[in-house]
């Protein structure tokens, strides 16, 4: 964060202010101040022109602390006031017939017919509008002396408030123009990832606003809103109508840097859809760079010999920008309109080029976002949600470790090592055994995660450990089971036949998850998903905090659902608990195929579950379950008990195992590299779908989520697995 | 505006305690504040319009509430005391609503009934601070700011009031308003959000 701007620099804004216009520069010479501080003053010019809600004076601002009340409508409660501008107010308030918050905008008593009927033209234009994307209108009315529309209630910032938020924890000021380090978290992957995922909705939502004839006009980060932090909807349609007309008080608190150089006035040429577009540029520009295009450039680019989208060329401030995602700005940035995407569908076909192609420098793989985009539009919601703090936490430097080795040790004298298999990396399954001597207690080992099989008196356990450098990982029998737990259940797992496989999607954009050959030893799956009731013994005899979902009071409901909200190391805890371990990715694909190599757990045809399941309507739209307020209710509609055989359907493998396809999604045990400095640790991979969360049945091959190993991740759920053990 | 020019010459009276002229000047005074917060009100346009009565009440309480001198030299002066009595009781009612959120302190006798936002009154409390800070730093601006932000007056009206030229007023104004706004941190999240619509 910036230090305090020191009195002195409003005393030179003062006289900067008394200044004319012309002699400012001059002025500015002569005070002989550093980049930065000349930097700081010019910012302070800029803001000293803008309106300011201090204007408003102590009743425009603090209209409650002078007695005055909020409004009243019949039907609604108003809870409290999110924003008000030159033209009205915003309140939130409860609908008291259906239960639900609403926002409620109203213009100003007096206000005149002329913007009531702005207000009536925007309701309309958003009534003819259907997007998930956008928020949508429920009512307009009119109560007594004023008039109103009611929209849905988004929980959550604007994009400019995040946007805020970032630059303060990546210490970049809206008006620097140092570029911005490669290392930077803003250009991690994970980031990059979320950015994209963000504009290619807002290019969505927009596409649809096109295609039925509306030109926003007023686009820009404070009319995004951001739910939870991550999903978008664009806000205030109609707004920059009231702009048009030259109306003043509706540019309180604007800034005219999102708008396109026909609407500034400063070219002549008509407001078409590829404003809009020029708009989406810029928001582009100031996700990647955290700044904005340089202001009037584009006036400027005509005088000087700046090309005309040079002046927007994002790589200016961060030059670790793949290419053709700077090319994609610049087009959108386009002085001339012709030069642009002509509408926001156009630019959203360009950027799903950009994300099908070989991205610039070619280091910089977005294979996964284009996995992940493409293919699936599921992310790992929790990963994005708290990216600020992330990227805090990713400044702070890794040190380097004192040594590369690490090693595992065991505390329980009558336990021993039996075998480690190395299963590191982007692991799908097991590598090669590491020869160690018999009866080993204590191994010591390169950096990496593995596969450790340890024999005690009562049977064998199975354990992912992730060795740190410079680490001991101690393991402690007396947490387990300790019991033969396999013995106890046999009916309830199957057993795949160990051999070779072959395992991976040639379509695969992941190296990780391209065809490959692996030989697995032979292993017993569960024939169901964990459900609530399993899983709550763990958590009261290990003391594990419960899933999310529980609520502060469980509900024995949830008993023979499948178990969801746990983390991957979660899922790995409790199968150790049990005396079991969790099925590594390839393992859980060739469990899922059937021996007989089908795409589907009951054959080779993808209609088949959706036929069955097609009466829980399905939205044709990917949610994050993670973050979904609803989750609950979606849970409760979407999910199956484990082990009810005819909810399940078709959904169960010749062997017999069910819910691969369909109910919850699965952690497996295998992993992806970390995906940028703002992540830290691995990514876990699951399988398999979630209830809801995408529309189309996954083939076995298809990997669902990828998420950090220890988030919590609503939709998915787990199965263990055990190697058949050679011992007995 | 001859109103004005009459609480002058009552002040000047009332200052020796005539009884018609203290009456006088009390209604006068009351019908001033009345327009000025009306004035304010009317500059925002809140759906339901506030209802000034039950503030300029205590303002004016604590102007000519017992025990107090009256010994405004002029008409600036009252405004003076004027606009910060004003100030004063919107700082009790916002620590009154921040200790009443805390579930500490008693509401001290308000005769307002409707819930002070909880939002407002810290960030009115955390405004107030730093206009403490100004009034140390540069006590010609901070008069500005009070006479601006809690009197409701105009430019010009300032301008007569403190006898700086209007140009003057209008860039203490300006950078004030810079000062308060760096100064609060202008941390969105932190905010009476303020839309731009």
Known sequence: MPGRIPEIMFERLALLIDAEESERDDLITRFGLSEDEESTLRGLIRDAAEPSEFDLGVAGMFPTLLGGSEPRLSGFTIKEELGRGGMGVVYLASDETLHRDVAIKFIRAGAGTEAEARLLAEARTVARLDHPKIVPVHQFGSEGDRVFIVSAYIEGQTLRDHLEGVRRSANMPLDSTEPLPANSPVNSRIRLIWTLKLVRDLCDAMAHSHRAGIVHRDLKPSNILLKEGDRPYITDFGIAVCGSTGDPITQVGGTPRYMAPEQSGDIDAPITPSSDVFALGVVLYELLTLRQPPQKAHAESRASSITADDWADPRRLNPAIPVELAQLARTACAVTPTDRFQDAGEMLAALDRVLAGPLTPPGLSLARVRWWIGRHRVIAAAAFTAIAVGAAAALVPILSAPSSRGGVRLTDPSTQILTISAFDGPARSLGTQIPIRSGSRRVELPRGRYRITVGTNAGVHELTRQIVAGQTVEIELAEFFGGPALASQPSQMVLIPGGDYVVGSPQSPLDETKPAAVTIQSFLIDRFEVTNAEYRRFVRATGSSPPVLWGNEYDPVLDPLPVVGISQADARAYAEWVGKRLPTDAEWEIAAGGLDRRAYPWGNDPEILKTVQASSAMPAVAIDPSVDPDAWDLYLAGVHASGDLQAAGPDCTPEGVYDLAGNVAEWTDSVLAPLGPATSGEFGIAKGNAFRMMASVPHRNQLLLVANADDRVLGIGFRCAATVSTQN | ?197
């Open chain 2, 1 to 197: 505006m001859s109103d004005a020019d009459d609480i002058t010459i009552l002040l000047g009276e009332a200052a020796s305690r005539s009884p018609e002229a203290i009456d006088r000047l009390l209604r006068l005074v009351r019908d001033e504040l009345r327009l000025r917060a009306a004035r304010q009100i009317d500059h925002i346009g809140t759906p339901d319009s506030i209802e000034p009565t039950a503030l300029v009440h205590e303002v004016y309480l604590r102007l000519f509430g017992s025990g107090r001198e009256l010994d405004w030299k002029n008409r600036q002066h009252f405004f003076m005391a004027a606009t910060r009595a004003m100030h004063d009781v919107l700082v009790e009612r916002a620590r009154a609503a921040v200790a009443e959120k805390r579930g500490g302190g008693k509401r001290p006798l308000s005769l307002t009934t409707d819930p002070v936002t909880k939002g407002h009154a810290e960030r009115f409390l955390e405004l107030d601070d730093a206009l403490g800070l100004l009034e140390r730093l540069r006590p010609d601006r901070a008069a500005v700011v009070r006479l601006r932000f809690y009197g409701g007056f105009t430019i010009q009206e300032i301008s007569e009031l403190t006898g700086m030229s209007e140009r003057t007023v209008s860039r203490e104004w300006t950078v004030a308003r810079i000062w308060l706004k760096t100064e609060l941190g202008d941390d969105p999240t932190q905010q009476t959000k303020f839309t731009d619509f």
